[in-house]
């Protein structure tokens, strides 16, 4: 059975919630574009760049890898990139912002500690 015919109505539906939006066909240069919109938003609302860019790990999403940023205030980390499809369709390719208290795990490892960095983003955007 072809997915499409049940699931694209359910996404639609999504589309008119706030917040949401959606495109078909979309390719993962399109997702790479939002995200770099929303980073150059949160660059200048922040006043600063990420502290950390890394392309996402198979290990918290599934889907195309994608650029994950991350910045950090005094008390939140607000992580942006493609997040986990925790529903039942397993293949949707979610893009987020995170904002998670930065207790989960303040301090961001190492820039040369890929899975450390998997590890962290993980703890701040499926939590």
């Known amino acids: 059975m072809n997915n499409r015919t049940w699931l694209y109505g359910i996404v ?3 589309r008119k ?3 949401w939006s959606g495109r078909r ?3 993962d240069q399109d997702c790479e574009a939002v995200l770099e919109q929303a980073a150059r938003t949160m660059t200048d609302r922040l006043g ?3 502290e950390r860019t890394a392309p996402s790990s198979a ?3 599934t889907g195309p890898a994608l650029t994950h940023r991350v910045w950090r205030t005094p008390t939140h980390a607000l ?3 493609p997040a986990s499809d925790n529903g039942p ?3 949707l390719t979610h893009l987020q912002l995170s904002c998670t208290p930065l207790s989960c795990a303040p301090d961001l490892p190492p820039a040369d500690d890929a899975d450390g960095l998997d590890r962290w983003i993980d703890a701040h955007v499926d939590w």
Request: charge should be negative; hydrophobic fraction near 35%; glycine fraction near 20%.
């Open 89 to 91: 369709y397993g293949y």
């Open 17 to 19: 919630l706030p917040g």
């Open 48 to 50: 600063r760049g990420p």
């Open 59 to 61: 290990a918290i999403v």
């Open 25 to 27: 066909p979309c390719t």
């Open 79 to 81: 992580v942006l990139g």
């Open 12 to 14: 639609d539906d999504w």
